[in-house]
């Protein structure tokens, strides 16, 4: 079934540890999110890709970059996590360009706890 | 600035009553607008959009949602409550003027109790 994966499900890190989190899709959708969700609040965009070009929201701290080395697989690294930084992080997908299609597909998301 | 507001951080109703999830929104133009179920420690899932035509929309699980462009709202529908359909339910608007920002808001939690 196509659908979008993350990996891994749960990520301990420690404080100031850099980590990857990793989403792919199987729904050759050209457009990737990452979003960072704390505490059953709404889902707070950090950025996007459309194909390869990456647009950052203004309020993401340097702290997070992404990675899209090809339309199936977008990375989320986190330089140096803070205990702020303790959250669930969703990756969702969509095909741009087509109205009906403004549809986003959440994967199952990656709970980060940083020690 | 553009906003959603989701005025209820908690809806409770019994298991085979009607339930309403209000949603408002303050977005210029004619937005796509969306509603999302969120279960524990899942991603969320699509349950139902409007973009335009009739104002009543059919979606997934027998929920619907009814557009009122004067009230510029969008409140999500049950005719008959499950105890299955407890879950966090996110609206999201989508501005139509470019761009893929999608604003969701703050989520109602729903307790359908049997």
């Known amino acids: 079934d196509a659908m979008v994966i993350q990996n891994p499900r749960y990520q301990v890190t420690q404080f100031g540890k850099p980590v990857t989190l990793s989403c792919s899709q199987t729904l050759n959708h050209n457009v990737m999110y990452w979003y960072q969700q704390k505490s059953s609040q709404a889902p707070k965009l950090l950025f996007h890709y459309y194909d390869k070009d990456f647009n950052n929201e203004a309020d993401t701290p340097d702290n997070f970059q992404s990675r899209r080395p090809n339309t199936s697989f977008c990375f989320l690294d986190i330089r140096s996590p803070g205990l702020g930084d303790a959250a669930m992080y969703l990756c969702?997908?969509?095909?741009?360009?087509?109205?009906?299609?403004?549809?986003?597909?959440f994967g199952p998301g990656t709970r980060l706890l940083v020690l | 600035a553009q906003s959603v507001a989701q005025p209820e951080d908690q809806v409770n109703v019994a298991e085979g009553n009607p339930l309403t999830v209000k949603c408002t929104y303050s977005v210029s133009g004619n937005p796509y607008l969306f509603w999302y179920v969120q279960y524990p420690n899942r991603g969320l899932q699509f349950l139902l959009k409007y973009i335009t035509g009739d104002n009543l929309v059919k979606g997934s699980y027998g929920f619907e949602a009814e557009f009122n462009k004067s009230q510029t709202s969008f409140h999500l529908k049950k005719p008959s409550a499950l105890v299955s359909d407890s879950a966090l339910y996110f609206c999201?608007?989508?501005?139509?003027?470019?761009?893929?920002?999608?604003?969701f808001g703050a989520g109602t939690r729903l307790f359908v109790k049997a």
């Open positions: 999201a608007v989508r501005p139509n003027t470019g761009g893929f920002k999608t604003i």
């Open positions: 969702a997908t969509a095909i741009a360009g087509e109205v009906r299609q403004e549809t986003q597909y």
